[in-house]
C-alpha cells in the first residue's frame, strides 16, 4: 500500500471558479423521457444483497444542512484531489485504483466502486456522497440515484469543476479511459469461469464493468443536468476506449486464426496454446459487444433526445470517434439514424454537427459503409436535400452539400435527386457554398462522363481527327455538361462554371465553334477513308457482335439526331412566309432541313452500310 499512498501525493490543485451556466436553476427541469434504468440482465451480487436489505438508507437520507456546514464535515475524495492537478500521473492513479479494487474483491468490500463513483459527484459539485453499503445493491441503483438526486438538489449552490475547468474535464475523462486499458491488461473486464455452463440469458459482463456501468448509467438518467452530462460523457470516454481495445482484439484474432490454419495437429501443445487464445479473444470480443449494447441501448438512445444540447451534442460528437475506430458495429442504420433525427434539431450547435458524419466516411472503408449508409440515405436524403436549399445556416448548407457530394459517390443518389441539388445551387450565397456545390456538378459529370467514354471508348482511341484542335473527349466533357445543367439554363451558370476545378467557362465559345465546324466537315468527308482506322479496329474485334451492332447503331442514330437539331437551331425563318400559317411555316422548315442535312445524312449513312447495321428509322 505504500506505492499506492506515494502516487496519491496531491499536487497544487487548479482553482475554479463557479459555474457560470444555470445548473441549480435548471436542475430539476422535467425531461421528455423517463429517468428509469433498462432492466438488465446483470445479477445482484448474492453476498451483499440480504445484508443491503437490512440496513437503513443513512448514507442518502440526511437532515438539511447549511453549505458551510457540508463543506467542514466533507471528507474530500482523493482521486477529485489528485485529478485538480495539472502535473498529475494518471495511469498510476488508474493503477492504484485497480489494485485498490482487486483487494476489495478479495476483502469483499465497496471502497474503491465507492470512490469512483463519489469522484463523479465530487466533479458536478455535490457535497452529498455515497458511502459503501449504498452501492452493494445493483438492483436498487436507479432508487439509490434518486435519493441522492433529491440531496444534491436540496443544496444552495455548487462549484462544476467538470465543465468549468478544462484541465479536469480531460483529467476526469482518462482517468476511466485507462480503468479500461489496464482493467483489460488485467482480464478484469472479462468472465472467464471455464467451469460454469453458460447461460443464455446471464450476461457476460465483469463484476467491475457490471458495477461502473450500472451506476454511471445510472446517474446518467438523473433529473439532475449536471450528474447527467458528465456521467454520459464518462460512459463515452469508456466506450471509445472500448472501441479502440475491441480493433486490437480482432486484429490479435484474426492473427491467431491464420497461425492455427497453418499449424498441424500433431503438434498438439502450440495447438492448443493458441486454441485457447482464439477462445479468450472470442470471449472478449462477445462481452464488448454486449458493453456496447447496453451503452447503446440505454444512454444514446435515451440521451440523443436529451432536453439538454450539450448532451445532444456529446452523442454526435462520439458516434462520429465510435464509426471511426469500430464501424463494423457502429456504422450501421441503428447508429446511423441518430444523425437523421438531428438534423433539424432547433439549436444551431447540434444542427451543425450532424452534418459532420462526412467528415468520417473518406475514412472507413466501402464494405463497412455501404449497407448502414444506404438505409440512412434512404431514410434521410430527402429531409438532407430539403436542407441544402431551406437552411439559413450557411455552415449547416456547407456540411449538407458535403454529405450529398459523399452520397453521390457511393452511388445512393438518384436522378432526381440530383436534379434536385443542382436545382438548390446557392447562386446568391458565399462563395464558400458555390464552390461545394460545384464541387457536386463536377462529382456527377465526371460520373455521367465515365459511362459516355465507356460507350465511345472503341471510337475514341482509334479516330483522331486532324481537323480539330480540340481532342473528341474534350468536346464529350463539355456535352455531358451542357446536358446536366440545360434544365437550369435561365440561371446566372457561371457561377457554377468558374467555381469547378477544370475551368469549363473559358471553353464553351470554342465547344460552339466546334460543333459547327463540324456539321461543315462532315458533307466533305470520304467515310471509308476518314474512319478506315476505326472499321479496322472494330473489325479485330472479335466480329461483329450483336452488343457492337448495336453500340454502332446507337451512335449514329445520336449523329443523326445531333445533326438535325444543329442545322434546325441555325436555321432563320423565312420573312415570306405567313408566320400564321403554322402547317406552312412547320413543312416550309422541314424541307429546307432536310435540304442542308441530307449530304450529311447520306454520308452517316454510309457508314451503317459499310457495317451492314444500316437500319436507323431516321432514313
Not at 448502414?372 to 438532407?384: A, C, D, N, P
Request: glycine letters at 2%; hydrophobic letters at 35%; charged letters at 30%.
Amino acid at each position: 500500500m505504500a506505492r499506492r499512498s506515494t502516487r496519491r501525493q496531491a499536487a497544487n490543485p487548479v482553482s475554479y471558479r463557479e459555474s457560470s451556466d444555470s445548473e441549480a436553476e435548471e436542475s430539476f427541469e422535467p425531461e421528455e423521457d423517463d429517468y428509469s434504468t433498462r432492466p438488465t440482465k446483470r445479477k445482484a451480487n448474492n453476498k451483499s444483497s440480504s445484508a443491503s436489505k437490512k440496513r437503513k438508507k443513512s448514507g442518502t437520507k440526511t437532515s438539511k444542512k447549511s453549505l458551510k456546514q457540508l463543506e467542514e464535515e466533507l471528507e474530500e475524495n482523493y482521486l477529485y484531489k489528485a485529478l485538480s492537478s495539472n502535473e498529475v500521473n494518471i495511469q498510476d492513479i488508474a493503477l492504484d485504483w485497480i489494485e485498490e479494487y482487486e483487494e476489495d474483491q478479495v476483502d469483499d468490500k465497496y471502497e474503491s466502486i465507492t470512490g469512483l463513483i463519489n469522484f463523479i459527484l465530487r466533479s458536478c459539485g455535490s457535497l452529498h456522497l455515497f458511502q459503501p453499503h449504498d452501492l452493494s445493491n445493483l438492483e436498487s441503483s436507479a432508487d439509490t440515484v434518486d435519493e441522492i438526486g433529491i440531496a444534491f438538489g436540496d443544496q444552495s449552490s455548487h462549484k462544476y469543476p467538470f465543465k468549468a475547468v478544462p484541465v479536469f474535464k480531460k483529467n476526469a475523462l482518462q482517468l476511466f479511459k485507462e480503468i479500461i486499458d489496464i482493467a483489460h491488461e488485467k482480464g478484469l473486464l472479462y468472465k472467464y469461469d471455464n467451469n460454469r455452463e453458460e447461460e443464455e440469458e446471464e450476461s457476460l459482463a465483469s463484476p467491475l464493468m457490471s458495477y461502473i456501468l450500472t451506476w454511471v448509467t445510472s446517474l446518467s438518467s438523473s433529473p439532475i443536468r449536471s450528474l447527467r452530462y458528465t456521467s454520459t460523457e464518462i460512459l463515452f470516454a469508456i466506450q471509445l476506449q472500448l472501441c479502440k481495445i475491441i480493433a486490437s482484439v480482432e486484429s490479435s484474432l484474426e492473427r491467431s486464426q491464420r497461425q492455427l490454419s497453418k499449424i498441424k495437429k500433431s503438434n498438439k501443445s502450440k495447438y492448443n496454446t493458441i486454441s485457447k487464445t482464439i477462445e479468450s479473444c472470442q470471449l472478449q470480443k462477445r462481452t464488448i459487444l454486449e458493453y456496447f449494447n447496453d451503452t447503446g441501448n440505454i444512454v444514446i438512445d435515451r440521451r440523443y433526445r436529451d432536453i439538454d444540447p450539450q448532451i445532444r451534442l456529446a452523442c454526435l460528437k462520439n458516434l462520429c470517434e465510435f464509426i471511426l475506430i469500430y464501424p463494423d458495429f457502429f456504422c450501421q442504420g441503428i447508429y446511423l439514424r441518430y444523425f437523421g433525427w438531428l438534423l433539424s434539431d432547433p439549436i444551431a450547435q447540434v444542427g451543425l454537427k450532424t452534418p459532420e458524419l462526412v467528415k468520417v466516411i473518406p475514412f472507413i472503408s466501402p464494405a463497412d459503409l455501404t449497407l448502414g449508409l444506404r438505409q440512412f440515405s434512404e431514410k434521410y436524403k430527402s429531409q438532407i436535400i430539403k436542407m441544402s436549399q431551406i437552411d439559413s445556416d450557411a455552415q449547416v448548407k456547407l456540411n449538407i452539400l458535403g454529405i450529398c457530394c459523399e452520397l453521390l459517390r457511393l452511388g445512393f443518389l438518384e436522378e432526381k435527386d440530383t436534379r434536385q441539388v443542382i436545382e438548390n445551387f446557392p447562386f446568391s450565397g458565399p462563395s464558400k457554398l458555390q464552390i461545394e456545390g460545384a464541387r457536386f456538378v463536377t462529382i456527377l459529370n465526371e460520373e455521367n462522363l465515365t459511362g459516355i467514354n465507356d460507350k465511345y471508348r472503341l471510337f475514341i482511341e482509334t479516330y483522331k481527327p486532324n481537323q480539330f484542335e480540340t481532342d473528341l473527349p474534350f468536346c464529350l466533357d463539355i456535352k455531358s455538361l451542357i446536358n446536366l445543367l440545360k434544365f437550369v439554363a435561365d440561371k446566372p451558370l457561371h457561377l457554377v462554371f468558374q467555381n469547378m476545378s477544370s475551368h469549363y467557362e473559358d471553353k464553351l465559345d470554342q465547344y460552339d465553334e466546334i460543333s459547327s465546324e463540324i456539321i461543315k466537315y462532315f458533307k466533305d468527308f470520304d467515310t471509308v477513308a476518314e474512319f478506315s482506322s476505326y472499321f479496322t479496329a472494330l473489325f479485330d474485334s472479335h466480329g461483329l457482335t450483336t452488343n457492337i451492332k448495336f453500340s454502332i447503331q446507337t451512335v449514329l442514330e445520336e449523329l443523326c439526331e445531333e445533326v438535325v437539331k444543329t442545322i434546325s437551331d441555325q436555321q432563320s425563318e423565312d420573312d415570306d412566309i405567313d408566320s400564321t400559317n403554322t402547317e406552312v411555316l412547320e413543312q416550309t422548315k422541314l424541307i429546307k432541313t432536310l435540304e442542308v442535312a441530307s449530304p450529311i445524312l447520306q454520308k452517316i449513312k454510309q457508314m451503317g452500310d459499310f457495317v451492314n447495321i444500316a437500319n436507323c428509322p431516321i432514313w
